[in-house]
C-alpha cells in the first residue's frame, strides 16, 4: 500500500515537472513564433526592411553562436569563417557555375558543414587556445579566398552578383534561415543532446565519467553552429548582391554576434533574441541621433551591460528571480 | 567483478604507480587509504579511463578495460565521484541525474522515476529545481553520488566522498554507501582519509605508499601491521 502510495507520488511529481518543462518550452516556442510573425509582416506593413533583415541577420548570427557558446562552452572568435565561407559558396554556385539561387543558398549549407568537419580537430583545443586558432584559420580563410583566381572568386575586389537581385524573396529567406535556426536551438534544449551539450560545457571530464561520448557530442553542435551562419552568409550575399573577402571575414562579425549574444544570455533559449533585439535597436537609435560618436555610445551600452548584467539581460534575470525559471528558457 | 594488475604510471621522472593491483569481488567495498602523493587518486584515474596506464591490467567481469577512452569505461559500468565535486554547474539537480541517464535508451518517465528515487536517497528532491551550484559543498558531494548511481554503474570509485562534509551529511554518505552492495548489487572502491569510516564500511582495505602496496587485509590486519604504522599513522 506504501509503495502504491509512493509510486503515485512519483507520477504526481513527475507530471507536474514535465509540465513545467513544457510550459517553459511553449513559452519561448509562443515568443519565437511572435517574433517570426512580426517579422514577416514587416515587408508587407512597411517598405523599408533594412532594419528587420539585418535583425534577422543578426538573430541568427547571435542564436546560431549560441548552440556552441552557450551549449557547448567554446567560443569561436573566428566564428566569422562560416559566414564568409556561405557567402562565398552562394556567390561562385550563382555567378561562376551559374546554379539558381536556391541551390547556391544549399550550397552555402554544405559548405559551411564542410568546413566545420575540416575544422573538428580544433575541437580538441580548449578556451582561449582554440578561440585563437578559430581566428587564425578564418584569417587564412580570407586570405585564400582573396588569393584564388579572381575568375572564381573576384580576388581581393569579391563578386557582385547584380543579376540576381530580388531584395523581397532574400528578405524571407532570411526569416526562413533565422526561423530555422530557432527552432533548432528551441529543439536542443529540451533534448537529450542538449543536455549532454551543457554537460560538457559545465566540465567535459565530469560528462565523459557519466559515459557522454564529449568529442562527438560537441561535433555535433559545431555542425549546427556551423550551418546557420553560412546560410545567413549566402542569403546576405544574395540580399546586398556584393561579396568582398574584407566584409564577408571581418572580424566585428564574430564581435558583433558575440555581444548580443552574451547582451541576451549565452546558455538560455531566447536570450540571444532579445540580446540582438535590444542591441541593434539601441545601435539604430545612437546612430540616428549621435551619428558621429556612435561606436563610443554603443560601446559605453556594451560595458554597462556586461558590468551589471554579466549573465545577459535574460540570464541575470533568471538569476535574480528563480521563480521566473518556470516560465522563460 | 574488477581485478587490478600490476598497475603501473609515471608522470615524467615520478613514478606514481608501481605495480598496483588488487581483486574487487562483487557487492563488496574495498577501502584504500594511503598519505598524500600515495597514488590513490592516480589509480582510480587509471582504471576510469582519465589516465592511460603505462602497464597493467584492469578487467572488469573479466574483460581488459584498460587504455579505453572514459566514457567507453563509464558505459562498461564503472561510475566515479571526485575529491571536489563536479556537478553540472548550470544544470538543475533533475537534469543532472537525467543527462547521466542519458545513454540508457530508457523512457522520460522511467527516467524521473530513478532520479526522484536517488533524489530522495540523498534528501535533495525538494531541491530538485535548483541548479546545482546553489547546493552546499556537501550536498555537492551527495548529488554527484546519485548522479553515478542512477546508471545503476557495477563498480562505483568514491574518491574521498567525506573530505570537507559535515558530520550529518558524512554519516548520512556513510549510510549510503554501506546499503549500495547490498541493495544496488554494486561494488565500491572507497578513497579516503577518513579511517573510522573505511574501517567501518570496508570488508577490504588496502594501502598504497608511494605508488606500491604496503598492505592489505581487514580492517584489523591493516590497523596492526607495523609496516603501515609506521608508514602512515605514524603512532
Known sequence: ?329 | MLKVEGLQKRFGGVAALRGVGFHLPRRAILGVIGMNGSGKTTMLNCINGIYQPDSGSIRLDGKEIGGLPVHTIARRGIGRTFQVPRVFSHLSLLDNLDVAQGQMGLSAAERYEASSYWLNKVQLFGLRHNFAEELSGGQQKLLELARIMVAKPKVILLDEPFAGVNPGLAQLLIAIIAELPREHDCSVVLVSHDLTSIYQLSGHVIVLNEGTLLCEGDANTVRNDPAVIEAYLGA
Request: net charge positive.
Open chain 1, 1 to 329: 500500500m506504501q509503495s502504491a502510495d509512493h509510486a503515485a507520488a512519483v507520477e504526481a511529481s513527475r507530471r507536474q515537472d514535465e509540465g513545467g518543462e513544457r510550459l517553459r518550452a511553449r513559452m519561448a516556442a509562443a515568443f519565437f513564433a511572435a517574433v517570426i510573425a512580426a517579422l514577416a509582416l514587416v515587408p508587407v506593413l512597411t517598405g523599408n526592411t533594412s532594419f528587420a533583415f539585418y535583425l534577422m541577420l543578426w538573430i541568427t548570427m547571435a542564436s546560431a553562436l549560441n548552440i556552441v557558446v552557450g551549449f557547448t562552452g567554446y567560443l569561436p572568435f573566428g566564428y566569422v569563417v562560416f559566414y564568409g565561407v556561405g557567402a562565398y559558396a552562394a556567390g561562385i554556385c550563382y555567378k561562376v557555375l551559374g546554379w539558381p539561387i536556391p541551390l547556391a543558398l544549399v550550397a552555402s549549407g554544405v559548405a559551411g558543414i564542410c568546413l566545420a568537419l575540416l575544422l573538428a580537430p580544433t575541437l580538441r583545443l580548449k578556451g582561449v587556445y582554440f578561440g585563437i586558432v578559430s581566428l587564425a584559420l578564418a584569417t587564412i580563410m580570407r586570405l585564400i579566398i582573396a588569393n584564388l583566381p579572381s575568375d572564381i572568386t573576384g580576388g581581393s575586389m569579391g563578386l557582385i552578383l547584380s543579376s540576381s537581385n530580388n531584395p523581397f524573396a532574400s528578405y524571407y529567406a532570411m526569416l526562413l534561415v533565422m526561423a530555422a535556426t530557432l527552432l533548432s536551438v528551441l529543439w536542443l534544449a529540451q533534448s537529450a543532446l542538449g543536455k549532454a551539450l551543457k554537460a560538457i560545457r559545465d566540465d567535459d571530464g565530469a560528462a565523459a565519467c557519466i559515459g557522454i561520448d564529449v568529442p562527438r557530442t560537441r561535433l555535433v553542435a559545431w555542425l549546427l553552429a556551423a550551418l546557420f551562419p553560412a546560410l545567413a552568409g549566402g542569403v546576405e550575399a544574395w540580399h546586398t548582391n556584393i561579396i568582398d573577402p574584407e566584409y564577408a571575414f571581418h572580424v566585428l562579425i564574430t564581435a558583433k554576434s558575440i555581444v548580443y549574444a552574451m547582451a541576451g544570455g549565452f546558455g538560455t533559449i531566447i536570450g540571444p533574441v532579445v540580446g540582438a533585439a535590444v542591441l541593434l535597436g539601441i545601435d539604430h537609435v545612437i546612430w540616428q541621433k549621435f551619428p558621429l560618436i556612435n561606436l563610443l555610445l554603443l560601446g559605453l551600452v556594451i560595458i554597462a551591460l556586461m558590468l551589471f548584467l554579466p549573465r545577459g539581460i535574460v540570464g541575470t534575470v533568471l538569476k535574480r528571480r528563480p521563480q521566473l525559471r518556470r516560465f522563460i528558457a
